[in-house]
């Protein structure tokens, strides 16, 4: 990873979503019902864990930023011409968006994530990697990752899955 340069610049701008995010997630949480007459205390309303991970996100997005801004403050004279979105983020804005507005309620959600997770892990594995070995990581990575979380989901959570 370089320093500088592009690199504090994307940092600046991830670190931006993140606390961005995580404000949203805050302000969320504190808008939610407490249930406080039906005697519930502070850690049993349903949004604390969320408010501490939209928090955490804060935090840490702005960490973040501040990190990314002293280090491009620093190195102000080597500014990296390389684009700040490229290939590989096009890549990942497509899987993603494939995933949860194609795949999810149109096909089973074991099949949806099973297929995302294949894809994301075949489509940036190293490049250098054979092929044979590049499918048969994804597809592994894949199958497992579906089958853990939707046991973990259905089964642990009770959470009914699209």
Request: hydrophobic share 55%; charged share 10%.
């Amino acid at each position: 990873m370089t320093e500088g340069g592009t690199t504090a610049r994307s940092d600046l701008w991830g670190g931006a979503g993140w606390a961005g995010f995580g404000l949203l997630i805050l302000v969320g949480s504190l808008s939610m019902e407490r249930f406080e007459s039906m005697g519930a205390e502070l850690y049993t309303m349903p949004g604390f864990v969320p408010g501490m991970l939209g928090g955490v996100l804060l935090l840490l997005g702005t960490i973040l930023m501040l990190r990314s801004w002293h280090r491009a403050r620093h190195e102000a004279g080597s500014e990296s011409t390389a684009p700040l979105f490229n290939r590989r983020i096009a890549t990942m804005l497509v899987l993603s968006l494939t995933y949860a507005a194609g795949l999810i309620g149109r096909v089973p959600f074991w099949l949806a994530t099973g297929m995302f997770v294949a894809v994301f892990v075949a489509s940036f594995a190293p490049p250098e990697q054979a092929p044979v070995r590049r499918f048969t990581v994804a597809l592994l990575a894949g199958v497992l990752t579906s089958a853990v979380v939707t046991f973990v989901f259905q089964q642990i959570f009770l959470v009914r899955l699209p």
